[in-house]
Protein backbone atom coordinates (compact mmCIF):
# COMPACT_ATOMS: atom_id res chain seq x y z
CA UNK A 1 0.00 0.00 0.00
CA UNK A 2 3.08 2.46 0.97
CA UNK A 3 4.90 1.54 -2.29
CA UNK A 4 1.22 2.45 -4.39
CA UNK A 5 1.08 5.48 -2.84
CA UNK A 6 4.94 6.22 -3.19
CA UNK A 7 4.54 5.43 -7.32
CA UNK A 8 1.46 8.33 -6.98
CA UNK A 9 2.35 10.76 -5.61
CA UNK A 10 6.29 10.65 -8.00
CA UNK A 11 3.62 9.97 -11.31
CA UNK A 12 1.57 13.52 -9.72
CA UNK A 13 4.34 15.43 -9.48
CA UNK A 14 6.10 14.46 -12.61
CA UNK A 15 2.97 15.29 -14.45
CA UNK A 16 3.26 18.85 -12.53
CA UNK A 17 6.75 19.57 -13.36
CA UNK A 18 6.12 18.57 -17.08
CA UNK A 19 2.93 21.10 -16.85
CA UNK A 20 4.50 24.00 -15.92
CA UNK A 21 7.82 23.19 -17.73
CA UNK A 22 5.55 22.97 -21.00
CA UNK A 23 3.40 26.08 -20.01
CA UNK A 24 6.66 28.41 -19.23
CA UNK A 25 8.39 27.20 -22.38
CA UNK A 26 5.56 27.53 -24.78
CA UNK A 27 7.39 24.45 -26.88
CA UNK A 28 3.96 22.30 -27.33
CA UNK A 29 2.49 25.69 -28.15
CA UNK A 30 0.64 25.84 -25.17
CA UNK A 31 -0.34 29.07 -23.41
CA UNK A 32 -1.08 29.75 -20.11
CA UNK A 33 -3.54 32.56 -21.16
CA UNK A 34 -7.36 31.60 -22.00
CA UNK A 35 -8.01 31.29 -25.90
CA UNK A 36 -9.95 34.11 -27.11
CA UNK A 37 -13.49 33.05 -28.21
CA UNK A 38 -13.32 32.50 -32.71
CA UNK A 39 -17.59 32.34 -33.07
CA UNK A 40 -20.43 33.53 -30.83
CA UNK A 41 -21.75 29.75 -29.81
CA UNK A 42 -19.69 27.18 -28.25
CA UNK A 43 -20.33 24.47 -30.84
CA UNK A 44 -18.71 27.33 -33.24
CA UNK A 45 -15.77 28.10 -31.32
CA UNK A 46 -14.69 24.54 -30.81
CA UNK A 47 -15.42 23.62 -34.60
CA UNK A 48 -12.93 26.70 -35.24
CA UNK A 49 -10.69 25.81 -32.82
CA UNK A 50 -10.03 22.54 -34.46
CA UNK A 51 -10.61 23.46 -37.91
CA UNK A 52 -7.50 25.24 -37.52
CA UNK A 53 -5.29 22.63 -37.07
CA UNK A 54 -5.46 21.83 -40.50
CA UNK A 55 -3.59 22.67 -43.74
CA UNK A 56 -3.94 21.97 -47.37
CA UNK A 57 -0.63 21.86 -49.87
CA UNK A 58 0.30 21.28 -53.58
CA UNK A 59 3.65 20.86 -54.25
CA UNK A 60 5.35 19.91 -57.80
CA UNK A 61 8.71 18.73 -58.51
CA UNK A 62 11.10 16.15 -60.00
CA UNK A 63 12.34 12.46 -58.72
CA UNK A 64 15.25 10.56 -59.95
CA UNK A 65 14.80 7.27 -60.55
CA UNK A 66 17.06 4.16 -60.15
CA UNK A 67 15.74 0.76 -61.65
CA UNK A 68 17.70 -2.37 -61.88
CA UNK A 69 17.04 -6.09 -62.14
CA UNK A 70 18.94 -9.41 -62.71
CA UNK A 71 18.53 -12.61 -65.30
CA UNK A 72 20.37 -15.54 -64.41
CA UNK A 73 21.06 -18.56 -67.29
CA UNK A 74 19.51 -20.98 -65.10
CA UNK A 75 15.63 -19.85 -65.66
CA UNK A 76 15.95 -21.45 -69.25
CA UNK A 77 14.51 -18.13 -70.38
CA UNK A 78 15.17 -15.78 -73.62
CA UNK A 79 14.72 -12.40 -73.65
CA UNK A 80 14.82 -9.70 -76.09
CA UNK A 81 18.48 -8.41 -74.99
CA UNK A 82 20.85 -7.04 -77.65
CA UNK A 83 24.12 -5.60 -77.80
CA UNK A 84 24.44 -2.55 -76.45
CA UNK A 85 25.78 -1.14 -79.37
CA UNK A 86 23.76 -3.31 -82.11
CA UNK A 87 20.41 -1.20 -82.74
CA UNK A 88 18.64 -4.85 -83.84
CA UNK A 89 17.24 -6.83 -82.06
CA UNK A 90 18.14 -10.58 -81.36
CA UNK A 91 17.68 -12.96 -79.19
CA UNK A 92 20.25 -13.78 -76.79
CA UNK A 93 20.56 -17.19 -74.40
CA UNK A 94 21.54 -15.35 -70.79
CA UNK A 95 25.14 -15.06 -69.19
CA UNK A 96 25.57 -16.86 -66.24
CA UNK A 97 24.54 -13.83 -64.52
CA UNK A 98 23.61 -10.45 -65.89
CA UNK A 99 22.85 -7.11 -63.80
CA UNK A 100 20.92 -4.56 -65.65
CA UNK A 101 20.02 -0.57 -64.54
CA UNK A 102 17.97 2.26 -65.47
CA UNK A 103 18.77 5.59 -63.79
CA UNK A 104 17.22 8.77 -65.11
CA UNK A 105 14.93 11.93 -64.39
CA UNK A 106 11.58 12.38 -63.96
CA UNK A 107 9.39 15.29 -64.67
CA UNK A 108 6.60 16.51 -63.46
CA UNK A 109 5.44 14.81 -60.30
CA UNK A 110 2.58 16.43 -58.57
CA UNK A 111 1.52 15.69 -54.33
CA UNK A 112 -1.25 17.28 -52.87
CA UNK A 113 -2.40 16.20 -49.45
CA UNK A 114 -3.92 17.63 -45.75
CA UNK A 115 -2.41 17.79 -42.85
CA UNK A 116 -2.85 17.75 -38.86
CA UNK A 117 -0.94 19.98 -36.68
CA UNK A 118 -0.60 18.20 -32.97
CA UNK A 119 0.67 20.94 -30.28
CA UNK A 120 3.13 21.72 -32.79
CA UNK A 121 5.03 18.66 -32.48
CA UNK A 122 3.51 15.98 -34.01
CA UNK A 123 1.48 15.98 -37.56
CA UNK A 124 -0.99 13.75 -39.13
CA UNK A 125 -1.38 13.73 -42.60
CA UNK A 126 -2.48 12.04 -46.51
CA UNK A 127 -2.30 13.21 -49.56
CA UNK A 128 -1.80 11.89 -53.19
CA UNK A 129 0.99 11.33 -55.81
CA UNK A 130 1.17 11.44 -59.14
CA UNK A 131 3.88 11.11 -61.66
CA UNK A 132 4.29 10.47 -65.49
CA UNK A 133 7.53 9.55 -67.76
CA UNK A 134 8.95 7.46 -70.67
CA UNK A 135 11.38 4.60 -69.18
CA UNK A 136 14.58 4.33 -70.68
CA UNK A 137 15.66 0.61 -71.90
CA UNK A 138 18.19 -1.13 -68.93
CA UNK A 139 21.39 -1.57 -69.21
CA UNK A 140 24.57 -2.87 -68.19
CA UNK A 141 27.34 -5.21 -69.73
CA UNK A 142 27.71 -3.97 -72.75
CA UNK A 143 23.63 -5.62 -73.26
CA UNK A 144 20.31 -3.42 -73.25
CA UNK A 145 16.90 -4.58 -72.58
CA UNK A 146 13.96 -2.36 -73.45
CA UNK A 147 10.86 -2.57 -72.13
CA UNK A 148 7.31 -2.38 -73.79
CA UNK A 149 5.16 0.35 -73.05
CA UNK A 150 7.73 2.71 -71.54
CA UNK A 151 5.22 5.71 -71.45
CA UNK A 152 3.80 4.91 -67.73
CA UNK A 153 1.66 6.85 -65.33
CA UNK A 154 1.62 6.28 -61.23
CA UNK A 155 -0.28 7.13 -58.91
CA UNK A 156 0.26 6.75 -54.45
CA UNK A 157 -2.14 7.18 -51.92
CA UNK A 158 -0.24 7.68 -48.72
CA UNK A 159 -0.47 8.65 -44.92
CA UNK A 160 2.16 10.11 -43.00
CA UNK A 161 3.31 10.49 -39.49
CA UNK A 162 5.52 13.42 -38.68
CA UNK A 163 8.17 15.09 -36.25
CA UNK A 164 8.76 18.69 -36.02
CA UNK A 165 12.48 19.13 -35.30
CA UNK A 166 12.78 23.00 -35.05
CA UNK A 167 10.36 25.81 -35.30
CA UNK A 168 10.00 28.86 -33.62
CA UNK A 169 9.00 27.44 -30.09
CA UNK A 170 12.31 25.28 -30.11
CA UNK A 171 14.62 28.56 -30.74
CA UNK A 172 13.65 29.85 -28.06
CA UNK A 173 13.63 27.39 -25.70
CA UNK A 174 17.37 27.10 -26.98
CA UNK A 175 17.76 30.78 -26.78
CA UNK A 176 16.76 30.29 -23.24
CA UNK A 177 19.36 27.29 -22.36
CA UNK A 178 22.25 28.96 -24.25
CA UNK A 179 21.84 32.47 -21.99
CA UNK A 180 21.39 30.74 -18.53
CA UNK A 181 24.92 31.15 -18.40
CA UNK A 182 25.04 34.15 -17.91
CA UNK A 183 22.81 34.61 -14.87
CA UNK A 184 25.61 34.33 -12.95
CA UNK A 185 27.87 36.99 -14.21
CA UNK A 186 29.04 40.28 -13.21
CA UNK A 187 25.76 42.98 -13.35
CA UNK A 188 27.26 44.65 -17.11
CA UNK A 189 27.40 41.25 -18.42
CA UNK A 190 24.73 39.96 -17.76
CA UNK A 191 22.41 43.21 -18.37
CA UNK A 192 24.09 43.44 -21.63
CA UNK A 193 23.11 39.61 -22.52
CA UNK A 194 19.51 40.00 -21.22
CA UNK A 195 19.11 43.31 -23.58
CA UNK A 196 20.23 40.53 -26.27
CA UNK A 197 18.09 37.91 -25.48
CA UNK A 198 14.98 40.00 -25.20
CA UNK A 199 15.64 41.28 -28.77
CA UNK A 200 15.99 38.07 -30.29
CA UNK A 201 13.40 36.25 -28.60
CA UNK A 202 10.89 38.72 -29.75
CA UNK A 203 12.02 38.39 -33.86
CA UNK A 204 10.19 36.83 -35.97
CA UNK A 205 11.28 33.18 -37.19
CA UNK A 206 9.62 31.80 -40.53
CA UNK A 207 11.86 28.76 -40.09
CA UNK A 208 10.25 25.13 -39.56
CA UNK A 209 12.02 21.57 -40.16
CA UNK A 210 10.64 18.44 -39.72
CA UNK A 211 10.89 14.98 -40.99
CA UNK A 212 8.55 12.10 -41.84
CA UNK A 213 7.11 8.72 -42.57
CA UNK A 214 5.28 7.75 -44.92
CA UNK A 215 3.11 4.11 -46.01
CA UNK A 216 1.18 4.66 -49.55
CA UNK A 217 -0.40 2.53 -52.16
CA UNK A 218 1.04 2.26 -55.31
CA UNK A 219 -0.86 1.87 -58.58
CA UNK A 220 1.07 1.65 -61.99
CA UNK A 221 -1.13 3.11 -65.08
CA UNK A 222 0.33 1.23 -68.47
CA UNK A 223 -0.93 2.90 -72.14
CA UNK A 224 -2.75 -0.48 -73.26
CA UNK A 225 -1.78 0.07 -76.68
CA UNK A 226 1.65 -0.29 -76.36
CA UNK A 227 1.10 -3.46 -74.50
CA UNK A 228 -0.58 -5.38 -77.41
CA UNK A 229 1.47 -7.28 -79.78
CA UNK A 230 5.12 -6.32 -79.22
CA UNK A 231 7.38 -9.46 -77.82
CA UNK A 232 8.72 -7.37 -74.92
CA UNK A 233 8.33 -7.02 -71.43
CA UNK A 234 6.00 -4.59 -69.41
CA UNK A 235 6.49 -3.67 -66.12
CA UNK A 236 3.10 -4.66 -63.60
CA UNK A 237 3.12 -3.82 -59.63
CA UNK A 238 2.70 -5.99 -57.55
CA UNK A 239 -1.58 -6.33 -56.12
CA UNK A 240 -1.88 -3.79 -53.28
CA UNK A 241 1.27 -2.67 -53.33
CA UNK A 242 2.56 -0.99 -50.23
CA UNK A 243 5.71 1.73 -50.61
CA UNK A 244 7.24 3.09 -47.60
CA UNK A 245 9.22 6.91 -48.22
CA UNK A 246 11.12 9.05 -45.83
CA UNK A 247 10.74 12.54 -46.14
CA UNK A 248 12.71 16.15 -44.92
CA UNK A 249 10.56 19.16 -45.28
CA UNK A 250 11.88 22.66 -44.63
CA UNK A 251 9.22 25.63 -44.33
CA UNK A 252 9.50 29.01 -44.37
CA UNK A 253 6.12 31.03 -43.32
CA UNK A 254 4.92 33.81 -45.00
CA UNK A 255 2.00 34.24 -42.52
CA UNK A 256 0.37 32.23 -39.89
CA UNK A 257 -1.56 30.64 -42.50
CA UNK A 258 0.93 30.60 -45.47
CA UNK A 259 3.88 29.18 -46.17
CA UNK A 260 6.36 27.83 -48.84
CA UNK A 261 8.05 24.31 -48.44
CA UNK A 262 10.80 22.29 -49.88
CA UNK A 263 10.89 18.42 -49.20
CA UNK A 264 13.03 15.54 -50.38
CA UNK A 265 11.50 12.13 -50.67
CA UNK A 266 13.40 8.51 -50.77
CA UNK A 267 10.86 6.05 -51.50
CA UNK A 268 11.41 2.32 -52.20
CA UNK A 269 9.17 0.46 -54.26
CA UNK A 270 9.33 -3.21 -56.68
CA UNK A 271 7.75 -4.15 -59.85
CA UNK A 272 7.32 -7.79 -61.38
CA UNK A 273 7.13 -8.50 -65.10
CA UNK A 274 3.68 -8.40 -66.40
CA UNK A 275 4.71 -10.03 -69.87
CA UNK A 276 2.98 -13.72 -70.33
CA UNK A 277 5.93 -14.34 -72.67
CA UNK A 278 8.17 -14.71 -69.85
CA UNK A 279 8.43 -15.78 -66.12
CA UNK A 280 8.37 -13.04 -64.16
CA UNK A 281 11.28 -11.14 -62.47
CA UNK A 282 11.52 -8.55 -60.17
CA UNK A 283 12.60 -4.95 -60.60
CA UNK A 284 13.39 -3.23 -57.52
CA UNK A 285 13.20 1.14 -58.05
CA UNK A 286 14.80 3.42 -55.74
CA UNK A 287 13.45 6.72 -55.71
CA UNK A 288 14.58 10.38 -55.14
CA UNK A 289 12.39 13.09 -55.21
CA UNK A 290 12.56 16.84 -54.64
CA UNK A 291 9.63 19.29 -54.60
CA UNK A 292 8.80 22.59 -53.89
CA UNK A 293 5.34 24.19 -53.42
CA UNK A 294 2.79 25.88 -51.12
CA UNK A 295 0.79 25.31 -47.74
CA UNK A 296 -2.22 27.24 -46.44
CA UNK A 297 -3.71 26.85 -43.25
CA UNK A 298 -7.29 26.61 -42.65
CA UNK A 299 -8.48 29.86 -40.65
CA UNK A 300 -9.61 29.76 -37.64
CA UNK A 301 -10.32 33.33 -36.92
CA UNK A 302 -13.18 35.43 -39.08
CA UNK A 303 -12.23 37.75 -41.17
CA UNK A 304 -13.05 41.16 -39.62
CA UNK A 305 -16.07 42.54 -42.08
CA UNK A 306 -17.47 45.83 -39.52
CA UNK A 307 -18.08 48.73 -41.73
CA UNK A 308 -15.13 51.64 -40.40
CA UNK A 309 -13.03 49.15 -38.43
CA UNK A 310 -9.53 49.31 -40.39
CA UNK A 311 -7.49 47.61 -37.55
CA UNK A 312 -5.21 45.34 -39.13
CA UNK A 313 -4.03 43.00 -36.78
CA UNK A 314 -6.64 40.87 -34.23
CA UNK A 315 -8.54 42.14 -32.27
CA UNK A 316 -12.14 41.59 -30.74
CA UNK A 317 -15.53 42.72 -31.09
CA UNK A 318 -17.74 41.69 -28.08
CA UNK A 319 -15.37 39.19 -26.83
CA UNK A 320 -15.22 37.88 -30.51
CA UNK A 321 -11.46 37.34 -31.99
CA UNK A 322 -11.35 39.04 -35.88
CA UNK A 323 -8.60 39.10 -38.46
CA UNK A 324 -8.08 42.15 -39.62
CA UNK A 325 -5.51 41.53 -42.65
CA UNK A 326 -5.61 38.65 -45.61
CA UNK A 327 -4.04 35.12 -44.90
CA UNK A 328 -1.10 36.19 -46.35
CA UNK A 329 0.17 38.56 -44.56
CA UNK A 330 1.37 38.62 -40.91
CA UNK A 331 -1.45 38.73 -38.57
CA UNK A 332 0.27 40.52 -35.58
CA UNK A 333 3.03 42.31 -36.92
CA UNK A 334 6.08 43.96 -35.14
CA UNK A 335 7.81 46.74 -36.30
CA UNK A 336 9.27 46.80 -40.18
CA UNK A 337 6.40 43.88 -41.12
CA UNK A 338 4.03 46.00 -42.15
CA UNK A 339 4.68 45.74 -45.97
Not at 111 to 135: D, H, K
Amino acid sequence: MVKLRSILLIVIFLGQVFQSFCQEEDIFGITRKARPLKSESKVGNAFRSIQELFSFQVSSGAAYYGMNTRFYKGDGQVYPITQFQNADYGYFPLPDTLSLQMKQVILPTIEVGMRMNILNLLTLGAGYGWESTRLAPFEGSGYQFALQGTSIQATNYYASLGLVLYDASRRRFLLKQKYKKFNQANPDLKMRMQREYNQRIRQNYPWTVSVEGEVGQLNLIQNKKQLATTYQVNLSSLSNQLTYAGVIRIGYQLSEYASILVKGKYMQRYFVNGSSYFSSFPIDQAMYSFQVGVTMKVPGTKRCKINGCGVVMKHRHNGIEYRGSSIFNLQNRKIGQWY
